[in-house]
């Protein structure tokens, strides 16, 4: 039976999930759920929605970001606001539990083994598949149970356009662990997708408010937006994201069963006869260019965004106080335009930080995956080794801020000089998230991951912790709370240099750590 086994892989992947699966379903129905609270309080009256829906309406730039308000109720505005993020929130949750459960395993051998006694060829795939719907349908049920006061079709509407859009990522990424060879690149495909349909998505709304645009309708995401949650549901729209889910699975079905475990469809090109990476540097940036290449268009690309909607950043606030008390709180109180400035530094600074952990963890799969042992059998020392990714973690985090600023720069037409500052003031709190990350790697590699979780909280809490009014000793938690609200304010050099301190010190204990320790594999 090409089933068998599935109830079992499916209790395994759900019990190594046990913790992100239901953090990440918090944190995405969650920022949903506690939107209705937020947004009441910056918008009580329905006069004061209104006039929020068609300024933003009007306004291309954030359209291009948020998509369209199609209502003006409370329920309507937490759609506008937060469906979007949320749906792509879920979509890259799904991703990363379909792989791990795909083709992480047959890279790391594991699947191999299980495959040899009773386990059916489509078993490992379906189990993933479950475990992502788990996720989804746990989203899904916090969306609609945190919106439920505001209108149960419109919760119902919107908690499955954001549940149904992570499925159809999650059947894209069991379609990709088909067609290549390792985990990254099936990650690198499906991620590639996403950011196109947001792409697609975002060019589509900025051309038209009515969110009728063939871009929009080319892209999941949009799709999700057309479901139009307390504006008059369009029902018929799940039935694509259904349809999506079902062709994906089919596909991903019809690939499994002719290809052999570890096989793929896209093989990897062998390399020359004779290796051309002389140092333990040039091999780690070998495997992280693309990765360091697609952060630093983004972050480029999504200055040139931002830097855009500065000048709406009036249209957002109006002459509600409760709304420049927010941005006061997150970009400092040295006028809107340099508050809303830097606010989005602040905010690139917090998703550089998982570009950073990322960037480290790449070293310990690296270990795991057993690709470091035979590298550091010769004659190469584990802090050279572990030097060349470091390099890119921590250099390449300067260059995507960098990028950013300049982005913000150009898009406005703002001095290039205290835009940049601003961004790359930003490095010593994303460099103390990945000092933590390489201490958890050195010292616990068993709990390296759980640098995914303090980078997480850091966003979530720089994040919505300002909207939902968060004493301010539980947003300093946070490196980036220390850090000066810049530009606009005077530059605080104390929390930078005791930040690149602490930054340093985690640094230099994990790689302590790491010497001492056994090499995994």
């Known amino acids: 039976m090409t089933l068998t086994g599935t109830g079992t892989l499916a209790r395994l992947a759900l019990r190594r999930d046990r913790v992100m699966i239901p953090l990440w379903a918090l944190v995405t129905g969650g920022l949903v759920a506690s939107g209705a609270g937020s947004l009441e309080g910056l918008y009580g009256t329905a006069a004061e929605r209104a006039e929020i829906a068609a300024s933003m309406t009007a ?13 003006d109720s409370l329920g309507g505005l937490v759609a506008w606001r937060f469906g979007t993020f949320a749906a792509v929130l879920a979509a890259v949750a799904s991703v990363m539990v379909v792989i791990r459960h795909t083709r992480d395993e047959e890279e790391t051998g594991r699947q191999e083994m299980l495959s040899a006694g009773a386990v059916g060829r489509r078993a490992p795939l379906t189990a993933a598949l479950l475990a992502a719907l788990a996720l989804d349908t746990a989203v899904a049920l916090i969306v609609t149970a945190g919106l439920a006061g505001q209108g149960a079709a419109g919760a119902l509407a919107l908690g499955l356009a954001v549940g149904g859009t992570g499925m159809v990522f999650a059947t894209l990424a069991a379609v990709t662990a088909q067609l290549t060879e390792s985990a990254r690149l099936a990650r690198g495909l499906a991620a590639a997708v996403l950011g196109l349909a947001f792409v697609l998505r975002a060019a589509g709304d900025a051309g038209t408010a009515s969110g009728d645009s063939v871009l929009t ?79 630093s268009l983004g972050f480029l690309l999504g200055g040139l ?24 709180r997150m970009g400092g109180r040295s006028g809107l ?3 809303f400035l830097a606010t989005m530094v602040s905010l690139f600074g917090m998703i550089a930080a998982l570009f950073a952990v990322a960037s480290v963890l790449r070293a310990h799969g690296e270990e795991t995956s057993g690709r470091a042992e035979p590298l550091l059998a010769n004659a190469l020392g584990r802090i050279r080794w572990a030097a060349g990714h470091l390099v890119i973690a921590f250099g390449g985090s300067a260059l995507i801020l960098a990028l950013a600023g300049l982005g913000l720069a150009l898009s406005y037409g703002h001095d290039l000089g205290p835009v940049l500052g601003a961004a790359l003031a930003q490095l010593p709190a994303v460099w103390t998230l990945a ?26 809490l720089g994040w919505i912790g300002p909207a939902l009014d968060l004493p301010q000793a539980a947003l300093d938690l946070s490196p980036f709370g220390h850090l000066p609200k810049l530009p606009g304010q005077d530059m605080a ?29």
């Open 59 to 71: 306004n291309s730039s954030m359209r291009s970001l948020y998509g369209p308000v199609f209502g």
């Open 435 to 460: 000092g933590l990350a390489v201490l958890l790697w050195g010292a616990v590699p068993k709990a390296a991951t759980a640098a995914w979780g303090a980078a997480g909280l850091c966003l979530a």
């Open 217 to 295: 309708w080319l892209s999941p995401i949009g799709w999700a937006e057309n479901v139009r949650a307390f504006a008059g549901e369009r029902w018929w729209v799940l039935l694509l994201i259904l349809a999506a889910v079902l062709v994906q699975t089919a596909v991903a079905y019809a690939l499994t069963a002719r290809r052999d475990v570890g096989a793929s469809f896209f093989a990897t090109r062998p390399g020359p006869a004779e290796g051309r990476l002389a140092t333990a540097g040039a091999l780690a940036w070998r495997l992280q260019r693309g990765a360091l290449l697609g952060w």
């Open 337 to 339: 335009t340099n508050a």
């Open 493 to 521: 050099w104390g929390p930078v240099l005791a930040l690149t301190a602490l930054a340093a010190a985690l640094v230099a204990a994990g790689l302590a750590g790491l010497r001492r320790r056994d090499v995994q594999g």
């Open 305 to 328: 965004v931002f830097g855009g909607m500065v000048e709406g950043a009036a249209d957002i606030v109006g002459d509600n106080e409760q709304a420049r008390q927010i941005f006061e």
